[in-house]
């Protein structure tokens, strides 16, 4: 059984950088796709930033393309989202996900965490 757990959200003012992580309960880690998604106050839940399994090929939003960061400590069984340069458009919850595919849409993961608040205020 998989278990995904996030932390590290916060309430920021714009420009400011915060750093998410997300730990992984269960086996085979390096094994599984990781992303973030987020979901805000209008939107369903978007599609943020993917690592494949060895952490050599990473994919973003357009929206976030610049001033994300995803990675992955496969000893340590995390995953991180640095985010730089924060917008209010980035205010949302933020889920971090794993699965077998490598892809942008929800149903490419198989496993969610319960999410992290993140505000970002002008």
């Known amino acids: 059984q998989v278990q995904l757990v996030e932390s590290g959200g916060g309430a920021v003012q714009a420009g400011a950088s915060l750093t998410l992580s997300c730990v992984f309960s269960g086996r085979s880690f390096n094994s599984y796709f990781m992303a973030w998604f987020r979901q805000g106050p209008v939107l369903g839940r978007q599609f943020v930033a993917t690592?494949?399994?060895?952490?050599?090929?990473?994919y973003y939003a357009d929206s976030v393309k610049g001033r994300f960061t995803i990675s992955r400590d496969d000893a340590k069984k995390m995953v991180y989202l640095q985010m730089d340069n924060l917008k209010p458009g980035d205010t949302g919850v933020y889920f971090c996900?794993?699965?077998?595919?490598?892809?942008?849409?929800?149903?490419?993961?198989?496993?969610w965490g319960q999410g992290t608040q993140v505000t970002v205020s002008s």
């Open positions: 690592i494949s399994w060895t952490g050599g090929s990473t």
């Open positions: 996900a794993a699965g077998t595919s490598f892809g942008r849409r929800n149903g490419d993961y198989e496993y």
